[in-house]
């Protein structure tokens, strides 16, 4: 798994999400100010891929199935509207999912993206963004924030039963 943080520039995130489908490797796109940090991604990557080997997704593709475990939500819908790209978003978490071999730096500069990694470190508005609230990260602290988000990916498995 390949990500990198990009900014959106003066693209229009409709063409961004018309150009994606038409590339060689398989992407997900994400807004990445509600994506806690590159661990977030890595788990929810590795969580649909075992589900898509289990035969228990929930998902068609591979890369609405990334969707769903990042936003930590059992629906799809609600799935897509808290990970998913939006008009106004500036910010864009890029996966590269396949080919092994793919160069995500290629990937960028073909969808006219400048990468910026400091777009998907983890703080505490993006958790807030994510869906925790002021007394769960209060509890554990912010340092400790990606954790609580990353039991949520994990957790998404369960909700999906």
Do not use: W
């Not at 003066?10 to 590339?23: G, R």
């Not at 289990?54 to 799809?76: C, D, F, H």
């Amino acid at each position: 798994m390949r990500c990198a943080g990009a900014l959106l520039g003066k693209k229009d995130v409709n063409d961004l999400l018309k150009l994606a489908p038409s590339l060689d490797e398989e992407v997900v796109l994400m807004d990445a100010d509600v994506v806690c940090g590159v661990d977030h991604i890595g788990s929810a990557v590795s969580h649909a891929r075992r589900a898509f080997e289990r035969k228990s997704n929930a998902a068609n593709t591979l890369g609405m199935e990334v969707i769903l475990y990042a936003s930590g939500e059992r629906q799809i819908s609600k799935a897509k509207k808290k990970m998913g790209l939006h008009q106004g978003t500036k910010h864009i978490a890029v996966i590269v999912l396949s080919p092994e071999d793919a160069e995500v730096d290629d990937v960028l500069k073909r969808l006219g993206l400048d990468r910026d990694d400091s777009l998907l470190e983890c703080t505490p508005e993006k958790g807030k963004a994510f869906g925790l609230g002021d007394p769960e990260i209060a509890a554990i602290g912010a340092e400790r924030m990606q954790e609580l988000v990353l039991e949520k990916v994990a957790f998404v498995e369960l909700l999906k039963h």
